[in-house]
């Protein structure tokens, strides 16, 4: 029989009779034999062979102890035959499984089979070790693939997220703008007001002390109707709630322009507090429509060096989701804290709503993961939060419960190593 020219093959065989048969079958081979299992383990692992012809009855180590020895010991892929006593098949395709290519019954080593079973299980093996590669190639571009899609998508994000917060800074900000202008005259007017009922009023104060009964009845008629001591003391009432009013309208909108300035790309130093107070200011109409209650529970802080407006977008991101997923008469905290060396404060929101499904509790951070309808979500919101918590040299945890509710907690270092001279 012909192999080819360099085909190096070693023959695990003890019986010198059977030695002989190879050597007569398998001329053109280049032949090597080993008489035992450990032998022939031996000279694999000192030589290359392109193939192994392994006798399953052998002194010391067997047939499948060998085999397991080569694929799992020396961890090598060289095709291997395997020649087993007459009548036994099941043996045969246990060998198969533990990694023989093929196999031979001892009754038809004098034929050609042999050969034909070296340069089958040859064959068997280049293809099998093609069609590795190819997957190996095929796998390797996909995860390049993956990796580009998913940078693609942050990308993406970036660019939505980005663009959505600048314009909802710039609307903010406008909004702000435009309350301001009405704010500061109706605040002025009412100084202005305030002087001139009280002027009036001690002017009228002064007719009364002069004329006294002098006064013509039409006119006192008149005063009782309208209760002029009455309405002049409401007056001051109504003159101090109003500016209180004005007072509250004041802080908030200099809250929104506070929130809206968000292009600040520069870290400062700043009271953590005053950031939850401001954001919980801007979602506050939003709880009420839902019977919500609000609350907040500030601790005293050091102070932290960070992006005041990336810091809001968070605690908004985080608002938004709780008043999306919670019912009516929900109980929501926003709660601040420092660890004991004061090196890191906490942000918590914290909601008695539905939860998060343990199904979808690793897929929250992902750019574009929403369960929310068209329109309502893009999936962006958490995954920005978690971005902006990475940039800050912190992170962004999640607690939650089905059915019991759902905790966020953003922590931030109060210095970062690139802020410290
Ligand atoms: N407090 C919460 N309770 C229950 N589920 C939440 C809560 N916060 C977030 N989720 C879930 O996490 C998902 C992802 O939130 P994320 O803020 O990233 O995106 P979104 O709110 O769906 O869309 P976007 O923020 O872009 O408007 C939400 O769709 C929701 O299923
Ligand atoms: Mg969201």
């Known amino acids: ?48 062979f392109d193939a192994v012809v392994l006798d399953f009855d052998l002194p010391g180590l067997d047939g499948a102890q060998v085999l397991g020895m080569i694929r799992d010991g020396l961890k090598l892929d060289v095709p291997v035959v395997v020649v087993t006593g007459g009548g036994s098949e099941d043996l045969a395709v246990g060998l198969l499984k533990l990694g023989a290519h093929d196999y031979v019954t001892k ?120 209760d002029l001591p009455y309405t002049l003391a409401n007056l001051d009432r109504l003159l101090r709630s109003s500016r209180q009013g004005l007072d509250r309208v004041g802080k908030i909108v200099a809250g929104l322009r506070d929130f809206s300035r968000l292009d600040e790309g520069h870290r400062k130093l700043i009271d953590p507090n005053e950031a ?17 209650e609000l609350t907040i529970d500030l601790l005293p802080l050091p102070k932290i060096w960070c992006n005041p407006g990336k810091l809001n977008q968070v605690l908004l991101n985080l608002l938004i989701n709780v008043l999306q997923a919670v019912g009516r008469g929900a109980r929501i905290v926003v709660a ?33 993961f929403t369960t929310k309808p068209q329109g309502v979500g893009t999936g962006l919101g958490l995954w920005i939060s978690f971005c902006i918590a990475a940039e800050h040299q912190g992170r962004l945890e999640l607690d939650t419960e089905v059915g019991q509710g759902t905790t966020f907690t953003l922590v931030l270092p109060t210095r970062l190593p690139s802020d410290i001279p």
Not at 354 to 359: L, N
Request: zero cysteines; hydrophobic letters at 40%; glycine letters at 6%.
């Open 276 to 292: 939850v107070r401001t954001t919980v200011e801007m979602v506050r109409h939003q709880a009420r429509l839902k019977d919500a």
């Open 107 to 226: 009754d038809l080593l004098p034929t050609p089979r042999v050969a034909a079973a070296v340069l089958g299980a040859m064959d068997r093996h280049r293809l099998d070790r093609a069609h590795r590669d190819a997957e190996e190639a095929l796998r390797r571009r996909n995860v390049e693939l993956e990796q580009a899609l998913r940078q693609l998508k942050e990308a993406q994000a970036q660019l939505i997220q980005g663009e959505k917060m600048a314009s909802l800074g710039q609307l903010v900000a406008g909004v702000a703008h435009e309350i301001n202008n009405p704010l500061s005259y109706v605040a002025n007017n009412l100084v202005v007001l305030d002087r001139d009922v009280r002027d009036v009023a001690a002017i009228m104060a002064a007719y009364r002390a002069h004329f006294g009964d002098a006064i013509p009845a039409p006119i006192r008629e008149a005063e009782g109707r309208v």
């Open 1 to 48: 029989m012909i192999g080819t020219h360099a085909t190096r093959l070693l023959i695990v065989e003890d019986s010198p009779s059977d030695r002989r048969i190879y050597r007569r079958t398998l001329q053109g081979f280049d032949i090597h034999f080993a008489g035992s299992g450990e032998a022939a383990l031996e000279s694999l692992r000192r030589e290359p």
């Open 336 to 368: 601040t804290s420092a660890n004991s060396e004061d090196s890191e404060v906490s942000f918590r929101v914290s909601d008695d709503g539905p939860g998060i499904p343990e199904a979808i509790r690793g897929k929250v951070f992902d750019p574009f």
